[in-house]
């Protein structure tokens, strides 16, 4: 183990922080992210790097936003999301220094203080495109982003008839972070019994929110008064999950289901894994009493449709104090397997699915 910066990028990278998931273009591997410079004046770089050649490009800078814990972006077909939202750093990032932690650094919610959407064209070096604001939240992954032409519209006549919708799974607050001490979540621990049942209500409930980004090209110059991003729908909590997924065949294009681990409060962990119908915006369950998954990893049927292919998750049964590897119908959330263990394995917050042959890029991830 090392210590590294994106420097060996490119020069102007130089900030310290940038998002966990970096985003890959499903058809030409290139890679997406945005480097985060603390200070009075924070300073976000979205860049890109070449999958061919190696080399990275700046595609945009932005200077009027606050510092934030951004663990995740997004992309479409032709364009990266920055979306800054809750936890601001304090101080203007000098309190991770004080506090020797980034977490504690980051200032209280602030219901005050909307969140912010950037769009950035990454196909045609027109840089920033569109600014957007709603309501504070806060968010650590992503799901999928996509283009649509505008409501009522069937075909591009003019240059602003585009909008993106953008899916997320969100927090109404910050709690959720405290959530993951090691005292909160343990079941034999006193501090965790907040964090079950009726006391969690309201703390860290998820919620799976569908926003639309409007008119995104609707300006020639360059963006300064922000639009009203806008809310579609938003799942009732008990529908909704955090480490989500979907087919990874439809990143960058419309989905319909989300997968991911829910959080019922029927125990200190995540307590079962849903399927999220975005249509009929009906959830789906799979739970086993004491048993708590782990995040589910979609492998998809090359042949078949949206919800065609299995889920794998690292399972942990209480019970036995054992974990098992959990493979799951994607279509149907019934069980088709398993592969226990002897012992457990540790909780990983993220892992990927890599066939033995994969097929050509762009038809798979």
């Given at each position: 183990?090392?210590?590294?910066?994106?420097?060996?990028?490119?020069?102007?990278?130089?900030?310290?922080?940038?998002?966990?998931?970096?985003?890959?273009?499903?058809?030409?591997?290139d890679l997406y992210n945005y480097n985060l410079t603390l200070g009075h004046e924070s300073v976000y770089r979205?860049?890109?790097?070449?999958?061919?050649?190696?080399?990275?490009?700046?595609?945009?800078?932005?200077?009027?936003?606050?510092?934030?814990?951004?663990?995740?972006?997004?992309?479409?077909?032709?364009?990266?999301?920055?979306?800054?939202?809750?936890?601001?750093?304090?101080?203007?990032?000098?309190?991770?220094?004080?506090?020797?932690?980034?977490?504690?650094?980051?200032?209280?919610?602030?219901?005050?203080?909307?969140?912010?959407?950037?769009?950035?064209?990454?196909?045609?070096?027109?840089?920033?495109?569109?600014?957007?604001?709603?309501?504070?939240?806060?968010?650590?992954?992503?799901?999928?982003?996509?283009?649509?032409?505008?409501?009522?519209?069937?075909?591009?006549?003019?240059?602003?008839?585009?909008?993106?919708?953008?899916?997320?799974?969100?927090?109404?607050?910050l709690d959720v972070i405290k959530r993951f001490y090691y005292n909160n979540i343990k079941s034999t621990s006193?501090?965790?019994?907040?964090?079950?049942?009726?006391?969690?209500?309201?703390?860290?409930?998820?919620?799976?929110?569908?926003?639309?980004?409007?008119?995104?090209?609707?300006?020639?110059?360059?963006?300064?008064?922000?639009?009203?991003?806008?809310?579609?729908?938003?799942?009732?909590?008990?529908?909704?999950?955090?480490?989500?997924?979907?087919?990874?065949?439809?990143?960058?294009?419309?989905?319909?289901?989300?997968?991911?681990?829910?959080?019922?409060?029927?125990?200190?962990?995540?307590?079962?894994?849903?399927?999220?119908?975005?249509?009929?915006?009906?959830?789906?369950?799979?739970?086993?009493?004491?048993?708590?998954?782990?995040?589910?990893?979609?492998?998809?049927?090359?042949?078949?449709?949206?919800?065609?292919?299995?889920?794998?998750?690292?399972?942990?049964?209480?019970?036995?104090?054992?974990?098992?590897?959990?493979?799951?119908?994607?279509?149907s959330m019934k069980e088709v397997g398993r592969a226990t263990m002897d012992c457990v394995v540790g909780f990983?917050?993220?892992?990927?699915?890599?066939?033995?042959?994969?097929?050509?890029?762009?038809?798979?991830?």
């Amino acid at each position: 183990m090392g210590v590294c910066n994106q420097s060996v990028l490119h020069p102007e990278l130089t900030g310290n922080l940038s998002a966990a998931h970096a985003k890959s273009d499903p058809v030409t591997g290139d890679l997406y992210n945005y480097n985060l410079t603390l200070g009075h004046e924070s300073v976000y770089r979205v860049f890109r790097v070449s999958a061919e050649t190696g080399q990275t490009e700046i595609l945009a800078t932005i200077t009027d936003a606050p510092g934030a814990y951004v663990h995740s972006t997004l992309i479409t077909e032709n364009y990266f999301i920055l979306c800054v939202w809750s936890g601001h750093y304090a101080w203007h990032g000098a309190k991770i220094l004080w506090e020797h932690n980034m977490l504690d650094a980051i200032s209280p919610f602030d219901s005050s203080k909307k969140a912010l959407w950037y769009v950035i064209d990454r196909k045609y070096d027109r840089g920033l495109m569109a600014k957007y604001k709603c309501d504070p939240f806060f968010c650590l992954h992503t799901i999928n982003a996509w283009e649509e032409w505008c409501t009522g519209s069937t075909e591009p006549t003019h240059c602003g008839q585009v909008d993106i919708v953008a899916d997320l799974s969100i927090y109404k607050n910050l709690d959720v972070i405290k959530r993951f001490y090691y005292n909160n979540i343990k079941s034999t621990s006193p501090a965790s019994l907040d964090y079950v049942g009726e006391k969690r209500r309201g703390k860290c409930d998820v919620f799976l929110r569908r926003f639309r980004l409007r008119d995104v090209n609707a300006t020639t110059t360059s963006p300064s008064k922000p639009l009203k991003a806008e809310i579609e729908f938003t799942a009732e909590s008990s529908h909704s999950c955090d480490f989500p997924t979907i087919n990874p065949r439809l990143l960058t294009h419309p989905s319909r289901y989300i997968y991911g681990v829910c959080d019922r409060g029927l125990s200190t962990f995540y307590d079962g894994i849903v399927k999220y119908d975005t249509v009929t915006r009906t959830p789906t369950y799979w739970s086993v009493e004491g048993h708590s998954p782990g995040e589910p990893i979609f492998v998809p049927d090359p042949y078949g449709c949206e919800d065609g292919g299995v889920l794998l998750s690292v399972v942990l049964d209480g019970f036995s104090e054992k974990s098992y590897l959990l493979v799951l119908d994607a279509r149907s959330m019934k069980e088709v397997g398993r592969a226990t263990m002897d012992c457990v394995v540790g909780f990983g917050f993220h892992g990927a699915y890599h066939p033995q042959d994969p097929p050509p890029r762009g038809t798979y991830f």
